[in-house]
């Protein structure tokens, strides 16, 4: 109560009248009185979406015939006080105007949200191929470092190619070893 009382203290002036309550700069404004009414744009979107693939249908233009032809022949074949729309068929022509008139927004926004998606997934394509190229590249380099380190390394055939050559030197010196010894026996003992 007594906070109560303060703050109404507070907001009267010396001469006792009421003033309006200051802003604060730090919250955000109240919303206002709008003229226009407010919607979701994500709602609208959808349903303008919704209308697009139906008007996209055979099953709309079956439907639009359907009724354009029971209007038709109502105006021309049923009595005379039952008529609403006479020969020209004015009424008819400015029906399919509000019909195209609105169908063409619709349409329209509906592609306009198509277009944003596709933008959407192409930028995500495109930054999914600018990785894999990366990817590529890093995976190709890595490759071209193994061939090169390989190109170092002894391989299983290196060696036993090089350990037959040295099994053929090995047998050609015992071989020539015991042709010498064999000379050195038949000659007799060398001096020293």
């Not at 703050?7 to 109240?30: E, F, N, V």
């Not at 919607?39 to 354009?68: C, H, K, N, Q």
């Amino acid at each position: 109560m007594a906070g109560e009382e303060r703050s109404k203290a507070a907001s009267t002036g010396a001469s006792g009248l009421m003033r309006p309550p200051r802003t604060r700069l730090d919250q955000p404004k109240a919303p206002g009185l709008k003229l226009l009414p407010e919607y979701d744009p994500e709602a609208f979107g959808r349903f303008s979406e919704r209308i697009a693939r139906f008007l996209g249908t055979g099953r709309f233009i079956v439907w639009m015939t359907l009724i354009i032809i029971v209007w038709v022949a109502w105006n021309v074949w049923a009595p005379k006080e039952l008529r609403w729309d006479e020969y020209p068929f004015i009424f008819l022509t400015l029906m399919l105007s509000l019909q195209a008139s609105y169908a063409a927004p619709l349409i329209l926004l509906a592609q306009n949200r198509q277009d944003d998606r596709d933008r959407v997934t192409h930028e995500q394509d495109r930054k999914q191929n600018e990785r894999s190229i990366a990817d590529t590249e890093y995976l190709s380099r890595e490759i071209a470092a193994l061939r090169m380190g390989l190109g170092e390394v002894a391989t299983r055939d290196w060696i036993r190619s090089e350990l037959q050559d040295l099994v053929r030197d090995m047998e050609e010196r015992r071989v020539v070893r015991t042709s010498e010894s064999d000379e050195g026996d038949r000659r007799g003992p060398t001096r020293p």
